[in-house]
């Protein structure tokens, strides 16, 4: 008598038999070392079940909450450098009508000069690239905090876009300096990270 | 470990979750770490590969919880995520590319006295080749059928059922089983 193999008797633990297990399905009924392999089959399966979990040394969670927090300042970063962007393309277009008015004056050459030096400090933050590096949770939770208050001045500028003139401009170059002092700020923080790290 | 995973899949936590709530993405972690690093270390050679893998399984369980459509269970979800995270570290590594051809070479006592060799269960699985460890564990343990397992490694269903006959096959004799069987 051909005992089935070890591979048919797998097979025949599959739901939905196939055609040419019909036989083998017939064999197993009628013998009993069959049936008795199967049963050991059954039984190792059952212990591998039983095996007790393997439990990690270390949580793994800080590491997976900085990636994700690291995620959302990268997120947070490319929407301040679009509206960046596109405030001082806004601004460059009041200036040129107010040049074109004849009218300069020194809030206006005050928020020229915030601008170029708010543009020169993002410029500096992407050179740095904080996304590219390991970022201890302090040093995330300040970074973010800072972001946070930038894109409320930037959402500040352009409410203030839409007051009148005279007001809007001591109104934005306040906001401009403020823009600038927390860039200032969230640079200081990367350096200052950078250097405790010794990048 | 069911009913944990229940507490984890109310509306509530998932819905926090979706919406990037960081206590409820804990949550989350907190409740299936265990079930994710035991399968990665069942399937991977090393602790630092399943350390890793547990690790790539939630940052994609974070990335893409908003998208999880509930339509089977969330172990479900987060099982295959990390199945599927684990394979792709096996094929990386290639621990052993010739693992058929080199077991004789690192253990030929063993398998030259395989009839009188008696090992525990534990010390059994990880002595299976990559491959056959992952398909038995996949199918026996975390219950995949053939099917989704060849879909998991980019193989077919015949060698899906191969792979496990040979894993018990293997087993049987390093377990010590007397079988009449060939």
């Known amino acids: ?199 | 470990m069911p009913e944990a995973f229940a507490i984890a899949e109310t509306e509530v936590v998932l819905a926090r979750a979706r919406a990037g709530d960081l206590d409820a993405l804990e949550n989350l972690y907190r409740t299936y770490e265990v079930p994710v690093y035991n399968l990665a270390r069942r399937i991977c050679r090393t602790v630092e590969d399943a350390e890793d893998v547990l690790q790539e399984t939630f940052f994609e369980v974070c990335r893409s919880i908003p998208h999880y459509r509930g339509d089977g269970s969330l172990w479900g979800w987060v099982r295959t995520i990390a199945a599927s995270k684990a394979l792709m570290r096996l094929r990386r590594n290639k621990y052993r590319d010739a693992e058929e051809l080199d077991e004789e070479f690192h253990q030929p006592q063993a398998s030259r006295q395989d009839g009188g060799l008696r090992m525990d269960l534990e010390a059994a699985l990880e002595r299976l080749p990559e491959t056959s460890r992952a398909v038995v564990w996949l199918h026996d343990v975390e219950g995949y059928t053939h099917e989704e397992i060849a879909g998991l490694m980019g193989k077919t269903v015949s060698f899906s059922k191969s792979q496990l006959a040979r894993a018990h096959l293997r087993l049987r004799r390093w377990l010590g089983e007397e079988t009449a069987l060939a």
Not at chain 1, 13 to 33: F, I, N, S
Not at chain 1, 35 to 45: G, H, K, T, V
Not at chain 1, 88 to 111: F, K, M, P, Y
């Open chain 1, 1 to 199: 008598m051909t005992h089935l193999t070890l591979q048919q008797l797998v097979e025949l633990r599959e739901p939905g038999l196939e055609p040419g297990l019909a036989d083998a399905r017939a064999h197993l009924a009628a013998c009993p070392l069959c049936q008795a392999e199967a049963s050991r089959l059954d039984q190792r399966s059952a212990r591998l079940r039983a095996l007790p979990s393997l439990r990690p040394a270390s949580s793994r969670w800080p590491v997976v909450r900085q990636g994700i927090m690291s995620e959302r300042r990268r997120r947070r970063l490319r929407w301040m450098a679009l509206a960046g962007t596109a405030m001082a393309a806004s601004l460059a277009l009041t200036v040129q009508l107010r040049r074109a008015d004849r009218r300069t004056d020194r809030a206006e050459l005050a928020i020229d000069s915030a601008k170029a030096r708010s543009g020169q400090l993002e410029r500096l933050i992407q050179s740095y690239n904080p996304d590219g590096r390991v970022t201890d949770g302090k040093t995330a939770f300040v970074a973010s905090q800072l972001e946070d208050r930038i894109a409320q001045v930037d959402r500040q500028l352009e409410m203030a876009q839409l007051g009148g003139r005279d007001r809007r401009e001591t109104e934005m170059l306040q906001l401009w300096r403020q823009r600038v002092g927390l860039l200032d700020a969230l640079v200081d923080v990367h350096l200052t990270r950078a250097s405790q790290v010794g990048f």
